[in-house]
């Protein structure tokens, strides 16, 4: 079974640079036909994608968000992170790590159970 859990801080400053991290088990982020997908849910709004590590280690980002996005990973600890810069109160929302299934129609098939991160001085 997969589990991913994200983690980091629950509060940041307008202008900094909010970072998460998605740490995996039961499973290899380095496994072939994976994607390593985050999003997020704003409130009262839907969900929105951000960007995604492959297996190999590619990334690609949102366009609206690709300016100030970064996705990273760390094969030893099975973790994969991601670092959005210039942070304003509209990045407030429920951050998501997931996992997406290239041999299953892309479907998103693992999620993590988010975490809150509040934009606020």
């Known amino acids: 079974q997969v589990q991913l859990q994200e983690s980091g801080p629950g509060l940041v400053k307008p202008s900094q640079t909010l970072s998460l991290t998605c740490t995996v088990s039961?499973?290899?982020?380095?496994?072939?036909?994976?994607?390593w997908s985050w999003i997020r849910q704003p409130p009262g709004k839907g969900l929105e994608w951000i960007g995604y590590i492959a297996s190999s280690g590619s990334t690609y980002y949102s366009p609206s968000l690709k300016s100030r996005t970064s996705i990273s990973r760390d094969t030893s600890k099975n973790q994969f992170t991601l670092q959005l810069s210039s942070v304003t109160p509209e990045d407030t929302a429920v951050y998501y790590c997931?996992?997406?299934?290239?041999?299953?129609?892309?479907?998103?098939?693992?999620w993590g159970q988010g975490t809150q991160v509040t934009v606020s001085s």
């Open positions: 039961g499973g290899s982020i380095t496994t072939n036909y994976y994607y």
């Open positions: 997931a996992r997406v299934d290239s041999t299953v129609a892309y479907i998103y098939d693992y």
